[in-house]
């Protein structure tokens, strides 16, 4: 690990003009993704900003019945609030099926967001990884590419977005609030705030040098049956193949939301209105312009059946 200077904020304003005051700058809380890709030296920044003592922990009602958390509230806390897992059962079962307690009990809400790709080539510092050292190219492409993306991919990367909680925050159209360097803050659409890998792998989200989020907001109940269903090579503690998030309501329309195929949470507002007509026709929306390898072409008939399984079981 390199060396680092180090600084605890007084204030989210404070700590996103702190980031741009020292370029290359992290910002710090449970560390379960930077501090492993500090060690590796894939991560190098010259400068940590703590924020766990920002008060941003809480969660509480909005004006109009949503739910507004905090950004260092636990993995561990959110999935366990009552609130959480009456109204927005996707959310805490997404949760509940990440990582390990140890790590839900230290992994914060805007850092489950941020976290980076699992791609065995990006922690592979001997090879060649456009997310890593942009315009060095991208070995996973002709390499192995079993879990990587099916979808939304590009000539510079193949890489797959590991969070499970993110797929349910995109299901529920959850919204990030975050602060800027000079104090103004604003509102990001979670459909918005990650993007796909284009030309710039590198660049994963819409945030902008220095800018801070505060907090995840997430609207009125949608009621329904929430599933939340991870195939993966082991039962725990491994990254999902595929994944389906779905929100399914009595006469049969609802949303679903996919993790695992695309470097990004995976939605497409005209395959909820395919919902009725069962899981072909939802997967055919969802997945239109695929591009598979031959080692992870199994991703696409995988988020059909997945996908049926979970319709039978909002069916009862």
């Known amino acids: 690990m390199r060396p680092f200077t180090y600084e605890r904020a007084g204030s989210p304003a404070e ?47 909005t004006p109009d019945g949503g739910l507004r958390i905090g950004a260092l509230v636990r993995n ?3 999935a366990a609030d009552e609130r959480v897992r009456r109204d927005y059962g996707l959310l805490s079962r997404a949760l509940l099926a990440g990582a390990s307690g140890q790590l839900r009990n230290k992994a914060t809400t805007a850092g489950n967001l941020l976290q980076r790709t699992r791609c065995p080539y990006f922690y592979d510092t001997a090879q060649p990884c456009n997310k890593r050292q942009p315009g060095s190219g991208c070995a996973a492409i002709g390499g192995f590419s079993r879990q990587l993306a099916v979808i939304g991919g590009s000539e510079s ?43 710039t792998p590198h660049i994963e989200t819409s ?23 991870k195939v993966r090579d082991r039962a725990s503690y491994a990254f999902a193949l595929v994944a389906v998030g779905a929100v399914v309501q009595p006469d049969g329309s609802g949303r679903v939301a996919l993790g695992g195929v695309a470097h990004k949470p995976w939605r497409v507002a005209e395959a909820d209105a395919e919902l009725p007509k069962g899981a072909r026709a939802v997967t055919t929306r969802l997945l239109a312009g695929a591009a598979p390898t031959p ?11 997945t996908l049926g399984s979970v319709l039978a079981e909002a069916k009862g």
Do not use: W
């Open 15 to 61: 700590a996103a003009a702190a980031a741009a005051r020292n370029p290359g700058a992290k910002f710090i809380a449970g560390g379960t993704n930077l501090l492993d890709l500090m060690k590796l030296e894939i991560e190098t920044p010259a400068h940590l900003i703590d924020v766990n003592g920002l008060s941003l922990d809480r969660m509480e009602a």
């Open 76 to 78: 561990t806390d959110l």
């Open 157 to 199: 990367c193949i890489a797959t977005h590991p969070s499970d909680m993110a797929v349910a925050m995109l299901a529920l159209d959850a919204t990030v609030e975050t602060v800027r360097p000079d104090g103004a803050t604003r509102a990001i659409p979670i459909a918005d705030f990650h993007r796909l890998p284009g030309d």
């Open 207 to 229: 945030l902008e040098p220095g800018e801070l989020i505060t907090a995840v907001t997430l609207p009125q109940p949608l009621g329904g049956t929430h599933i939340y269903r």
């Open 295 to 305: 080692e992870n072409a199994f991703k696409l008939p995988l988020v059909e059946r």
